[in-house]
T-cell receptor, first 115, second 114 residues
Framework: DTEVTQTPKHLVMGMTNKKSLKCEQHMGHRAMYWYKQKAKKPPELMFVYSYEKLSINESVPSRFSPECPNSSLLNLHLHALQPEDSALYLC??????????????FGAGTRLSVL | GQQVMQIPQYQHVQEGEDFTTYCNSSTTLSNIQWYKQRPGGHPVFLIQLVKSGEVKKQKRLTFQFGEAKKNSSLHITATQTTDVGTYFCAGLRHSGAGSYQLTFGKGTKLSVIP
């Protein structure tokens, strides 16, 4: 199983809503990532979890709150988002967060629209 | 911070023509990865290059890592319509104290005219 599963596929939310994005992998990977991708742009790294601990927070606003309940699951909690946060949110996993075993396996993404 | 420049931004080729995209880093990289993202899809891993001067081939695709580990290229021979998509390089480097920095290039969008 080389799949990273993300739910939901699409999400429309208002600026006052609270929602969560979910990501799951069963490849035994110990690193998981959240990326944001705007149209015609590269993926932009937001957070890195390594062995269920937050290793990287790329100065992401606090309205995005990541959570890693266990080694297979990664959540992204959303609160009070802005319309400019509309984007494709990609989850990825890799064997490890390091110099070699970091090949990224991406999920299909959640397409988020903030109204 | 680390920058990874990728050119060209767009490339339109006739089917059967060759295609090359280039990545250049402002700092020495530990490794570089290449990904392909089809329209409406998600990035899919193609290859990882680790050694200085490394060359790897996958059928019609040839990947190179420069001697100084600062630049890389992806060359496709005799493009097909199935090659359409955006190709991203991603450079990884050690940024000190057990930390790493992974930076994606802006991508090259390849269109193939049948």
């Amino acid at each position: 199983d080389t799949e990273v599963t993300q739910t939901p596929k699409h999400l429309v939310m208002g600026m006052t809503n609270k929602k969560s994005l979910k990501c799951e992998q069963h490849m035994g990977h110990r690193a998981m990532y959240w990326y944001k991708q705007k149209a015609k742009k590269p993926p932009e790294l937001m957070f890195v979890y390594s062995y269920e601990k937050l290793s990287i927070n790329e100065s992401v606003p606090s309205r995005f709150s990541p959570e890693c309940p266990n080694s297979s699951l990664l959540n992204l909690h959303l609160h009070a988002l802005q319309p400019e946060d509309s984007a494709l949110y990609l989850c990825a996993s890799s064997q490890e967060w390091g110099l070699v075993k970091n090949i990224q396996y991406f999920g299909a993404g959640t397409r988020l629209s903030v109204l | 911070g680390q920058q990874v420049m990728q050119i060209p931004q767009y490339q339109h080729v006739q089917e059967g023509e060759d295609f090359t995209t280039y990545c250049n880093s402002s700092t020495t990289l530990s490794n570089i990865q290449w990904y392909k993202q089809r329209p409406g899809g998600h990035p899919v891993f193609l290859i990882q290059l680790v050694k200085s001067g490394e060359v790897k081939k996958q059928k019609r695709l040839t990947f190179q890592f420069g001697e100084a580990k600062k630049n890389s290229s992806l060359h496709i021979t005799a493009t097909q319509t199935t090659d359409v998509g955006t190709y991203f390089c991603a450079g990884l480097r050690h940024s000190g104290a057990g930390s790493y920095q992974l930076t994606f290039g802006k991508g090259t969008k390849l269109s193939v005219i049948p």
